[in-house]
T-cell receptor, first 111, second 111 residues
Framework: DVKVTQSSRYLVKRTGEKVFLECVQDMDHENMFWYRQDPGLGLRLIYFSYDVKMKEKGDIPEGYSVSREKKERFSLILESASTNQTSMYLC??????????FGPGTRLTVL | GENVEQHPSTLSVQEGDSAVIKCTYSDSASNYFPWYKQELGKRPQLIIDIRSNVGEKKDQRIAVTLNKTAKHFSLHITETQPEDSAVYFCAASRGSYIPTFGRGTSLIVHP
């Protein structure tokens, strides 16, 4: 079974803090994704990576950056957290643009 | 780019009834259409998918139909059970393009 893990299930940070969310997959997938999930808005793509050190902006990249130094690991970085970044963050991976395998999610609260 | 509309946003049914969720897409070149189920507090997981060379696919109580001419596809759940209660997401993709998700449908099955 594909396993996608995320570093934290719940995270509470203060406005202005730098926040790191980490995602690890064990199936050698080339594609990895970071989504933000908010009620009524579905899954919105923040960033996508199709290979090590490669990244593409999604629909809502503002305020976020990413890092992919190893194939299995994809990190989402909030340089200076703001209250409007309070949300559920989901990581996913896939081989080709087919089935996506999601992590359990990180619920981030920014106070 | 691709645009996916999903309806309804909320669907309430009695146990044993059928449920139908519909999605329309804009890119006629889209050729892969997965459906994901997200139970409360859990990660989205693929439940069924269909490719554009097939008009219908069934798996026990769930089925997906695709109408390429009208550019819409639907998820059908028969004999609904309380454990079918979840948020369902449709998606559309083609080739190397990133999948586009619908906003989700919250299905509530009343015992």
């Amino acid at each position: 079974d594909v396993k996608v893990t995320q570093s934290s299930r719940y995270l509470v940070k203060r406005t202005g803090e730098k926040v790191f969310l980490e995602c690890v997959q064990d199936m050698d997938h080339e594609n990895m994704f970071w989504y933000r999930q908010d009620p009524g808005l579905g899954l919105r793509l923040i960033y996508f990576s199709y290979d090590v050190k490669m990244k593409e902006k999604g629909d809502i990249p503002e305020g976020y950056s990413v890092s992919r130094e190893k194939k299995e690991r994809f990190s989402l970085i909030l340089e200076s957290a703001s209250t409007n970044q309070t949300s559920m963050y989901l990581c996913a991976s896939s081989h080709g643009m087919n089935t996506q395998y999601f992590g359990p999610g990180t619920r981030l609260t920014v106070l | 780019g691709e645009n996916v509309e999903q309806h309804p946003s909320t669907l309430s049914v009695q146990e044993g009834d059928s449920a139908v969720i519909k999605c329309t897409y804009s890119d006629s070149a889209s050729n892969y259409f997965p459906w994901y189920k997200q139970e409360l507090g859990k990660r989205p997981q693929l439940i069924i998918d269909i490719r554009s060379n097939v008009g219908e696919k069934k798996d026990q109580r769930i089925a997906v139909t695709l109408n390429k001419t009208a550019k819409h596809f639907s998820l059908h759940i028969t004999e609904t059970q309380p454990e079918d209660s979840a948020v369902y997401f449709c998606a559309a993709s083609r080739g190397s393009y990133i999948p586009t998700f619908g906003r989700g449908t919250s299905l509530i099955v009343h015992p």
